[in-house]
Each structure stands twice: as structure tokens, then as C-alpha cells.
């Protein structure tokens, strides 16, 4: 299935020059969400994965289904103050603002290995503070998974650079 066809793109959102990737039209097709859920899922099976860290907020929507074809646990990473229990956080960079993501203290045993699902790798900084956040609690990233790649922002590019295994759906050359 050619999934590029089912992701609706919006010019300049959230700002000028940003050709967004709206993925609810892909969700809402019950045949497309399938083949992502069972593309993603079927790169981590077998791997003995203990968690699927999602991001938010799209990210949960990939990850929790992820998380439970390949029989794993789900934690996430949400914005700051979201988070009702003692929590790390996270500094990064996106492509057009910096942020801050959370995580409870205690969502990873150490020695635990860990896949990143979120909907898009753009500048790699959302993945890559999740990766920190896995990994200053002793956790191991086992791979990334996302729907969309864009590698002319250098993100999946930065993440391999750092030893990750990343899976992604589709790609996009350029805006």
C-alpha cells in the first residue's frame, strides 16, 4: 500500500516554510492504520523488546498498538507538567522551536530494552532527547520506528550516527 498517498500535507503550518505532515487522514483509513501498525510491529518482533516509549501526542497513537502486537510494555514521554509522578526531562530542538519532554522516574527498569515509535524523524531532536531520557534510567534503545522519515533535516541521519536502528514507512525528499 502506498501509504504517502493517505498523509495529507499542509504548507506553511505550524509557520511559513513548514510543509506539515498530517498523518490523521492515514489513521482514519482502517486499511492504512493497519498496514503501519503491523509494518512497525513486525520490525520489533522477536527482539525481545521490554518497552515502546511513544512521544507526545502523536506518537501515542502509533505506539500503543505497537506496544501491544509485540507483547511489550508502553511508556511515554509527554510535554512538561503532564506527568503526575516524579519525572527527568529532557531538553531539544525541533525543526521551529525548542521544547522540553518528560518521563516518569521509574517507567524503566534498568537494563530494560526500549523501541522509540513516534509519527515522523524530522531533526531527530524529539527522538533523540526520548533516547536520553531511556537511557539515563539504564534503559537500552533496541530500534526507533516511525511512520515518516524526512532526511534532508538530517534526523534519521543523526540518530544512526548514534548507533540506532531506525524503521520508518516513508520518506520524503524534500518539502
Not at 4 to 19: L, T
Not at 31 to 39: L, T, W, Y
Not at 118 to 147: F, N, P, R, S
Amino acid at each position: 500500500m502506498d501509504l504517502k498517498v493517505k498523509i495529507r500535507e499542509i504548507p506553511n503550518w505550524p509557520k511559513p516554510g513548514v510543509n506539515f505532515k498530517d498523518i490523521t487522514t492515514l489513521l482514519s483509513d482502517p486499511e492504512a492504520f493497519k498496514e503501519v501498525i503491523n509494518s512497525l510491529g513486525e520490525f520489533f518482533v522477536g527482539k525481545n523488546i521490554d518497552k515502546v516509549m511513544s512521544i507526545d501526542a502523536r506518537g501515542f497513537l502509533v505506539a500503543a498498538p505497537v506496544a501491544y502486537k509485540i507483547g511489550a510494555g508502553l511508556i511515554i514521554a509527554r510535554k512538561p507538567g503532564k506527568l503526575p509522578f516524579s519525572t527527568i526531562k529532557q531538553e531539544y530542538t525541533l525543526e521551529y522551536a525548542n521544547n522540553i519532554i518528560e518521563m516518569h522516574n521509574d517507567a524503566i527498569v534498568k537494563g530494560e530494552k526500549v523501541v522509540l515509535i513516534d509519527d515522523l524523524i524530522a531533526t531527530g531532536g524529539t527522538a533523540i532527547a526520548a533516547c536520553d531520557l531511556v537511557e539515563k534510567l539504564g534503559g537500552t534503545i533496541a530500534g526507533i520506528g516511525a511512520i515518516i522519515d524526512l532526511p534532508y533535516l538530517d534526523g534519521s541521519k543523526k540518530l544512526a550516527e548514534r548507533g540506532y536502528e531506525i524503521k520508518y514507512l516513508v520518506s520524503y525528499d524534500r518539502e
